[in-house]
C-alpha cells in the first residue's frame, strides 16, 4: 500500500480528503477555471495551434498530475515557453494550421510525456540538472523577449511570422503597409486596461477596503474582463468586417481520447525537440512547486513529479492537446485562493470541459490581438535584465553561457539557444576544473594549521614540499598535476619529501591514479620521497584496491601535522 | 631572443651544437632510418595510400619536428593508430587508390597540422585532457586489434577489406577460397622470423656477449632483413607471377611541395576526423617525449609541442605525405642508439630522402604480406588486456568508458569509439558529482577535529546542524544539495542552526549561489539561522560579490570550532 501511495500520491491525500477541503478546493478551482479560458486560447495561439486544442490540454492532463502529482497545489497546463518551443518544433514538421501540424504537436506531447515517465521511473531527474540557472535565466528572459515581439503582428494585424527575432523584425517592417487600424486600437486598448490592472488595480481595490487575497485574484481575472469586453465590441461594432481577425469557430464538445497516428520519420525529428521541451518544463514546474510547497512545509518528490508531468502530457497527447507542464502564475493564483488538495486541479479540468461544451459559441466573436496582448503583459513579467547584471558581477564564465543562451535563442532558435548554453556551461566547468587551485602550504606557527605560503605567514622547510589540491583529480586536471609539480620539483633544488595533502581530493579516478603513479616513479628516479596527508575514507578505499599504495615510495599520514612531525624528524635525525 | 627560442628550441639547442654530438646523432639517425623504411611502407598500405606516400611522410615532417619540437628525442612519422584513422577517414571521401584519396590524405594532415598549431598558439592544449587515460587504453588496444585483423588479408591474399571487426571477419570468411598459397607461406615464414627476433634473438646476442643496446637494435633491424630476404625470395622464385602481391613501381624521386586542391566539402568532412586524429596523436606524442625526457632530467613544453606536430603535419601535407605523429617505437630506438638533439631528425629525413631517390627501384619486389606481417607483429604489442582488469578493479565508471570506447572501435568505428567513450567519460564525471558526497559532521570530543557521525564518535547538539559538502558546489549538483537539506530538517525537528562546513568546497557558481540564497531564505521562514565555516578564499572573495553575505541570517566563522564554540554558547545563554 505505502508502496503503491510513492506512485499514486492520490491514495494518500484521497483517504483523509473532507467537506472543508471541498469547499476550499472549489473555490480556488472557480478562479483558477476563469484565469485559465483565455491563457488556454492564447497559448493554443502562441503555439500556433487552433484555439480549442489550448482547451482540449486544459482538461486530462489535470486530472492526470491530480492522481500522480506531490504538489498541493501546483496548475499545470499550457504555458508560455513550452508553447513557443512547441510551435517552433511542430512548424518544422509542416506548416501551421495543416492537420499534419496538429498531429506533431500531440505527438510532440506523447514522446515528452514517455519521456519524463522513464526518467522518473529510471530516477534520471538528474539529467535537468545539466541546465544550469543562467542558462534557464537567460532562456527565460530571451523567449519572452521573442514571444512578445512574436506576438507584435498581432496587435498591428499582420499577418507575417518568424521564430527568430531579425525574421520577426524583418517581417514586421517589410509588412507594416498591411496593417489594419482597427486591430491596433483593439490592441492598444487592452494593452493599456491591462496594464492599468496589472499596476494600479490592486492599490486602488486595497485603498476601497477590499482584502488583499481577493485583490490579488482580481488583478489576475483581468484578462477575462478584457476578453469579455472586446467580444461584446467586435459584435457591436462588427470588427470582424472591419478587418480584425477573430479567433473564429471552435469546434463544440469535448476531445475523443485517441492515439495520434505514429509516424517513425515524425517521431525521429520531434525526440530532440521533445527532451528540450520535457526538461525545461520539468525545472520550471518543479522549482514552481517546491517554493510553494516550502511555504506550507509540504515536500516535493522529483523523481515522482517526472511520472506525473508525465503522465500529464501523456494525457495531452491522447485528447488532442499538446506539452504542458506546472505554470507559475496559475499555480500562484491556485494557492492563493486557497487551494488545499490536488483536487482542486480536477475541478478545474471539470470547469474547463463546461466551457468548452458551452462558452465557445461565446468565443467566436474574440479578436486575436486581444490574445496576443495578454500574452505580451504575461511573458514580459518573465524577463529580468537584472539577473543579466547579478550574474556578470558574480561570475564571467556563468555570465557567457547565459549570454549565449540569450543571444543564441533570439537570433538563432530556442533550441540552438538551449543547446548552446548547456554546451558551454559543461566546457566551462571542465575547463575550470582541469585548472585546479594547486597550494604549496606550510605551517602556521604555533598551530597545527597549514595555509597557503602566498596568504600567510608560514613555515616551510627546503627539504620537504607540501602541496594542497583544491579539487578532485580525475581525467581534466591530471596531466596539469603532473606538468605543476614537476615544476615545483624542479625549483626546490634541496627537495627529499613531497606530501600531497588530499583533505579537497573528494574523488580519484583511473586517470588521476595513473598520473599520480607516474608522479611516484619520476620523484623515485630523482630520489624524492612521495607521501600523501588527510586522505578522505572513500579515496582511501578506492586506492587500497589498487597497487599505488604499494608502490608509494612514502608513507599515508592521517593529518598534514602528523606528516610534517614525523617527516622533520626524520631529516634531522 | 628568448621568445623567438621559445617557438624555435633550434635556436636554443642548435647554438650548442658540438662535434660529440654531431658522431651520436648521426649514429642514432642511420639505425632509426633502417627501421624507418619498411615502417613507412607498411603504414601506407595499412592508410590505404601508395608506398611512396609513407616515405614522404617521413622526409619534411621530421624536419618540421626538428625546428619546433621541444623533445631531444621525439622521432616522428607515420604511425600505426593514426594510419587506421586516417584510412577511415579518406576512405570514407573516394576509394582507395583514386586520386581524391590521396588528396583527401594530404588535405587531412594539412587541416589536423593547423588545427594543431591552432591549438598551441591559442593555449588550448587542455582539450586532449578529455581524452581519460581509460579511453586511450581503450582505444589503442581496440585499434591494434582492429588492424591485426585488417591485415590478415594480405597475408592469405584475400582482396576485401572493412574498417569493423564484424565486416573484417565476414570478409575475410566469404572470400577464403580465394586465398593465395604461396602468399600465406611467405607470410608464415616472415611472421615467424619476426616473432623469433622479438621473443628469442636479444638472449641469444646477449649471450653471444654483444652489449646490451647492440642486441636491442639488432633486434629492432628486424623488419628490415625480412624486407630483404622476401625481395630476394621474390626475384628468385618469381612469386609476383605466383600470385603473390607485390609492392610494384614505386615513383623515384623526392615530392614537390604543393598545396593540395582545397575542397571546401571536403575539408568540412575531414574536419571531425582531423580533430580526433590531432587530439590522439598529440596525447600518445607528449607521453612518449614525457617518458623519455624524465630519463634524462629534460623537460617537454606541451603547447610548443602543438606547434611542432602541428608543423610536422602542414609540412606532410605540403609535401604529398599524410597525419604523423610521435612514435613510441622509433623514439626508442633513437633514444637508445644515443640520439642527443633533435638533429638526429633532421638526418633521419635525409636518410629517408636519399632512400627514396635510390632504393625505390630495390622495393618493387616486396611483397604486401611481409609489410602486414611487420604491422601485426608492430600493433600487438600495443594490445595490452591487464589494463581492462586493472580499471575493472579499480572503479567500473572509468572501466565503462573504456568498455564503450573499445566496443565502439572495433564493432562500430574507429571515430565512434572515441566518440562514445570521451562522451561517457564525460556524463559519468557529472553524474558523480551531481550526487555529492554530504556528512553530517560532529565534534570529535577533546579536539578542534570535526568528523562525519557514521563513521566516528562524535559529539552533536540537536540544535546545532553541522554539514559538510565534499565537493565544489555547481549547476549539476545544487538541487541535490537543496533536497539533502531540506530532508535533514524535516528530520531535525528542534534544529536553530545549520551551519554549512566548506571545507572541500573549491568554488560556488552562480547556479550554486542561487540556491544557498534559497535554502537561507527557505530556513529563514522555519525561524532556523544559516551559518558558513571554513569558506575557502577565492570562494570568499567571490561571494563578496554577490548580495548573499548581506542576506544571510547567521554568519560566517573562520573555523567550525569556532562556529560550534559561539553557537553552543549563545543556545545555552
Not at 480549442?52 to 508560455?80: D, H
Not at 517546491?290 to 502530457?313: M, S
Not at 580519484?508 to 624524492?528: C, Y
Request: proline share 5%; aromatic share 6%.
Amino acid at each position: 500500500m505505502t508502496r503503491l501511495a510513492r506512485y499514486l500520491p492520490i491514495l494518500d491525500w484521497g483517504r483523509h480528503y473532507g467537506r472543508s477541503n471541498l469547499a476550499n478546493d472549489l473555490i480556488a478551482a472557480i478562479i483558477v477555471t476563469i484565469m485559465l479560458i483565455p491563457q488556454s486560447l492564447a497559448y493554443a495561439m502562441l503555439a500556433g495551434l487552433p484555439a480549442e486544442v489550448g482547451l482540449y490540454a486544459s482538461i486530462l492532463p489535470l486530472i492526470a498530475y491530480a492522481i500522480f502529482g506531490t504538489s498541493r497545489t501546483l496548475a499545470v497546463g499550457p504555458v508560455a515557453v513550452i508553447s513557443l518551443m512547441t510551435a517552433v518544433a511542430v512548424g518544422e514538421i509542416a506548416a501551421q494550421g495543416t492537420h499534419s501540424n496538429l498531429i506533431a504537436a500531440m505527438l510532440l506531447a506523447l514522446i515528452s510525456g514517455l519521456m519524463l515517465v522513464s526518467m522518473g521511473l529510471f530516477r534520471l531527474g538528474f539529467v535537468a540538472n545539466f541546465l544550469s540557472r543562467p542558462v534557464i535565466s537567460g532562456f527565460i528572459t530571451a523567449s519572452g523577449l521573442l514571444i512578445a515581439a512574436g506576438q507584435v503582428r498581432h496587435l498591428l494585424g499582420i499577418p507575417t511570422g518568424g521564430d527568430t527575432l531579425p525574421k520577426i523584425l524583418v517581417g514586421l517592417g517589410e509588412n507594416l503597409s498591411a496593417g489594419n487600424l482597427p486591430t491596433f486600437f483593439v490592441a492598444v486598448g487592452v494593452l493599456a486596461f491591462l496594464y492599468f490592472v496589472r499596476l494600479k488595480l490592486k492599490a486602488l481595490l486595497l485603498r476601497l477596503g477590499v482584502r488583499p487575497r481577493l485583490a490579488e485574484i482580481a488583478v489576475k481575472a483581468g484578462p477575462v474582463v478584457a476578453v469579455a469586453t472586446t467580444i461584446l465590441a467586435a459584435s457591436a461594432f462588427r470588427l470582424g468586417e472591419a478587418g480584425v481577425v477573430l479567433v473564429g469557430e471552435i469546434p463544440q464538445g469535448l476531445p475523443v481520447p485517441a492515439l495520434p497516428i505514429i509516424d517513425l520519420d515524425m517521431v525521429r525529428a520531434l525526440a530532440g525537440p521533445a527532451l528540450l521541451i520535457s526538461l525545461i518544463g520539468f525545472v520550471e514546474s518543479v522549482s514552481v512547486a517546491q517554493t510553494l510547497a516550502a511555504k506550507r512545509r509540504q515536500r516535493i518528490i522529483p523523481d515522482q513529479e517526472l511520472i506525473a508531468l508525465g503522465a500529464a502530457n501523456i494525457a495531452s497527447g491522447l485528447s488532442s492537446g499538446y506539452p504542458v507542464t506546472g505554470g507559475f502564475a496559475r499555480s500562484v493564483v491556485n494557492f492563493d485562493a486557497g487551494a488545499e488538495t490536488p483536487a482542486a486541479g480536477i475541478y478545474t479540468a471539470i470547469g474547463i470541459a463546461l466551457a468548452t461544451l458551452f462558452l465557445t459559441p461565446l468565443l467566436t466573436k474574440l479578436p486575436q490581438a486581444t490574445l496576443a496582448a495578454t500574452i505580451i503583459v504575461a511573458v514580459l513579467s518573465l524577463v529580468d535584465f537584472s539577473i543579466i547584471r547579478r550574474v556578470w558581477r558574480y561570475s564571467k564564465a556563468d555570465f557567457s553561457a547565459m549570454a549565449a543562451t540569450m543571444v543564441g535563442t533570439l537570433f538563432l532558435g530556442v533550441e540552438i539557444g538551449v543547446v548552446m548554453g548547456v554546451g558551454l556551461s559543461l566546457l566551462l566547468h571542465l575547463y575550470r576544473t582541469s585548472r585546479p587551485h594547486i597550494a604549496v602550504v606550510g605551517q602556521v606557527p604555533g598551530t597545527e594549521h597549514f595555509r597557503n605560503v602566498d596568504r600567510h605567514r608560514v613555515i616551510i622547510s627546503p627539504e620537504i614540499l607540501s602541496v594542497r589540491v583544491d579539487e578532485s583529480l580525475y581525467f581534466a586536471n591530471t596531466r596539469y598535476l603532473e606538468d605543476h609539480i614537476s615544476e615545483l620539483v624542479a625549483e626546490w633544488t634541496q627537495l627529499k619529501h613531497v606530501i600531497l595533502m588530499c583533505s579537497a581530493v573528494n574523488a580519484i579516478d583511473a586517470s588521476a591514479l595513473e598520473s599520480l603513479e607516474e608522479i611516484n616513479h619520476r620523484l623515485r628516479d630523482a630520489g624524492i620521497f612521495m607521501h600523501l596527508s588527510e586522505v578522505k575514507g572513500p579515496v582511501m578505499d578506492r586506492l587500497k584496491r589498487s597497487p599505488f599504495l604499494h608502490n608509494l615510495t612514502g608513507r599515508v599520514f592521517l593529518s598534514q601535522y602528523e606528516a610534517i612531525t614525523v617527516l622533520t624528524q626524520k631529516s634531522s635525525a
